[in-house]
């Protein structure tokens, strides 16, 4: 599907660190890949764009901060808010964390 | 006068005889030690070469970093000292002494050889005497970074340490060890990813965090199964610079935790996110305080941190100052019946 991102399968059920210079499946490779390029898309087609966690090994919180905060800062992050829905039933947690990240980026930049 | 030259003469006498039996001796030392190792592979006559030369080196007889850190920080800081002493070509590692010998330690153990290696000191050693600490030694892993002989029934193994160099987060490489992890506490190798979560925040703290820019990052974990009592113990070892000396410590904050408290406090402190990330980046520096999290949730159990000289122990909530820096930072936890378990498949 078009707008709909299942992380596990998608992109690595072994998700990494923050930087490609960390190694393979990094947060900042997640970005450019997959998720810049989807909620782009997304947007242009006036769709929601679904993000689904689960299934996969387990995230570090750095993975999460730096796919989600670009994505803030290239994006705005009310327009990112509103137009993702993330989908973590094993960890629900996560869904507030990457809120913070979204938002926070809008208080740094 | 005759008496003088006879006594004279004696000596004389008696030295060239001390001589003639001094080579004597030497020549049959020579052809024993000949003998002896005639027959021996190459690599035995090398251990021989190596430990005759070597710098001596006795583990402690119990040798865990749980058990008796001191004395285990102790002997990882003389053995790494070899490094810096420019005479010293090789070091020959006593373990025979030893009667107890954890996973955690071997895995130390293990960094500290490789450091040696490193600047091109040859490191060769010797079984425990006691059959428990030898049997556990090759189970560990341990043969899989030095060559030595493992006797068959301990080629079989669910304990391992893995080493993972260079500057790189490998969550790929650690993934199958959380599920071996999992199977032998709960009989199904369920994913827990608040533990393999865990892990790649080490391994990103390592990365980013633990070494100066000319210093490339290493890292160890060594897993070690219990099945009877359905407990794994993991130990994750970085030789980076320590969390007390790479934390993002603002001058303020200096002035308080650096001068009017202990190093004990910084490192608790950081646990509960108080520095922010050497980055200097808003919202980083939850590595950390996840470590804590893990275990204040009870996703882990009996986690202790040594990081330089300081011993926190999160269990008993107490710290504890080492005689010995060690140069890195080390962290131990279990996973048993007692954690939360996670079933999913």
Partial sequence: M??????????????????RNDGRFSGEEFYETILQKKFESALKNKLNLTIDLDGTYGFATSFLNEAFNRLAIDFGADTVW???????SEEPYLIEEIKEYIYDAQATH | MRTWKNKQKRRQYQTHVRELKSTRRRKLWIKTKRQKLEGKSLKQREFYEAKRYAEHINAPDEFSINR????????????????????????????????????????????????????????????????????????????????GYVSEENEITLNTIIQQGV?????????????????????????????QSLLIELMANTVNHAFTSNKRSNWYLSISS??????????????????????????????????????????????????????????????????????????????????????????????????????????????DLNCVSWKIL
Avoid at chain 2, 73 to 80: H, T
Avoid at chain 2, 91 to 112: D, E, P, Q, W
Avoid at chain 2, 176 to 182: I, Q, S, T
């Fill in chain 2, 226 to 335: 219990d099945q009877s009592q359905k407990k794994v113990s993991f130990t994750f070892i970085d030789n980076g610079l320590g969390i007390n000396r790479t934390l993002n410590v603002k001058f303020v904050e200096k002035i308080k935790y650096l001068f009017l408290t202990s190093e004990e406090q910084i490192l608790k402190a950081a646990f509960d996110g108080k520095f922010g990330s050497r980055t200097k980046e808003r919202k980083r520096g939850r590595g950390l305080p996840n470590v804590k999290k893990c275990f204040t949730e009870n996703y882990i159990s009996n986690l202790v941190v040594i990081a330089n000289n300081v011993k926190f122990d999160f269990k008993s909530d107490t710290t504890q100052c080492l005689q010995y820096e060690f140069e890195g930072t080390c962290y131990y936890w279990e996973l």
């Fill in chain 1, 82 to 88: 509103k137009n993702i829905t993330i989908i973590s």
């Fill in chain 2, 68 to 147: 008796n850190p001191n004395e285990a920080f102790k002997f990882i800081a003389s053995l790494k000292g070899y490094k810096n002493r420019s005479n010293v070509k090789a070091v020959f590692i006593s373990l025979r002494k030893c009667t107890y010998i954890s996973n955690g330690a071997i895995a130390l153990m293990i960094s500290a050889i490789k450091e040696l290696k490193a600047v091109g000191i040859k490191v060769s050693g010797s079984y425990p005497l006691d059959k428990a600490a030898r049997s556990k030694l090759e189970k560990s892993g341990f043969f899989n970074f030095v060559i």
């Fill in chain 2, 167 to 195: 500057d790189v987060v490998d969550s790929a490489a650690v993934a199958p060890l959380v599920l071996k992890a999992m199977n032998v506490v709960w009989g199904q190798p369920f994913r827990n990813q608040r533990l």
């Fill in chain 1, 2 to 19: 078009e707008n709909f991102i299942k992380i596990a399968k998608d992109f690595s059920a072994t998700p990494g660190a923050r930087y």
